[in-house]
């Protein structure tokens, strides 16, 4: 099939080899673009270097390139996925990674340790109270850094030739422009962008498990089941 994907504008990376293992191919459409706040970025280097945080979490890759050239001190970190992983071991950072794509299991994977650490947290200016309120609950301090903030680009999506769309994320799906032709497969990249769907009164027919491999394997599946190849 042919899949747009949203994506930040430059952030399509290595998506069309990704999808080509699952016998797929895609190219990005653009709902959302980035606005960096540089005087951001540059309170939280300096919050690190005077070793304020006991730990970093990395919720997505775009802070992660954007912030790990600049670290000097490097603390436990931890990544949300593999492709966050990755844009912090380019500069030689070791990191861990969570075992799912989702943050609300940050706090499980610290388990104990987290009591009493100070947390910082870059990411985009999109609040998420779930997982402040969890690491609060758990006895953690988090600060948060909005490093950066994510506009919607107005702009229709170009669909046109597409077989499906994968949404990344709730607020690519809730900022679209986009209309559902007949025949368009629609996928959520995971649960919590399928329930923001949900809620907007579309039904996504196929939902992954937080990542672009499990969305492509969960669409091969269903497609299966249709009878429709790939």
């Known amino acids: 099939m042919k899949i747009a994907v949203t994506r930040l504008a430059g952030k399509e990376k290595n998506d069309a080899v990704r999808c080509a293992q699952y016998s797929h191919t895609c190219y990005s459409v653009h709902p959302l673009r980035s606005e960096i706040r540089t005087a951001e970025i540059k309170a939280f280097i300096e919050a690190v270097d005077r070793s304020e945080f006991d730990c970093l979490f990395f919720t997505s890759a775009l802070p992660a390139k954007l912030i790990a050239p600049l670290l000097n001190r490097i603390p436990r970190i931890i990544a949300i996925g593999p492709q966050t992983a990755k844009e912090l071991r380019r500069f030689e950072i070791d990191c861990e990674t969570l075992p799912s794509f989702y943050s609300r299991d940050f706090v499980p994977y610290l388990g104990d340790w987290i009591r009493g650490k100070h947390i910082g947290i870059p990411r985009a200016d999109v609040p998420n109270p779930a997982l402040i309120d969890a690491i609060t609950a758990a006895g953690g301090i988090p600060h948060e850094f909005r490093c950066y903030r994510l506009e919607p680009t107005g702009e229709p999506l170009n669909l046109n030739g597409a077989n499906a769309i ?20 629609v996928i959520a990249i995971g649960e919590i962008t399928a329930a923001a769907m949900q809620r907007a009164g579309t039904n996504p027919d196929v939902t992954g498990d937080g990542s672009l491999e499990g969305s492509m394997k969960a669409l091969n599946n269903y497609l299966a089941r249709k009878g429709k190849g790939t």
Do not use: E, M, Q
Request: without cysteine; proline residues 5%; glycine residues 4%.
């Open 166 to 185: 994968l949404f990344t994320s709730a607020l690519s799906f809730a900022k679209a422009v986009w209309t559902r032709h007949p025949g368009l497969v």
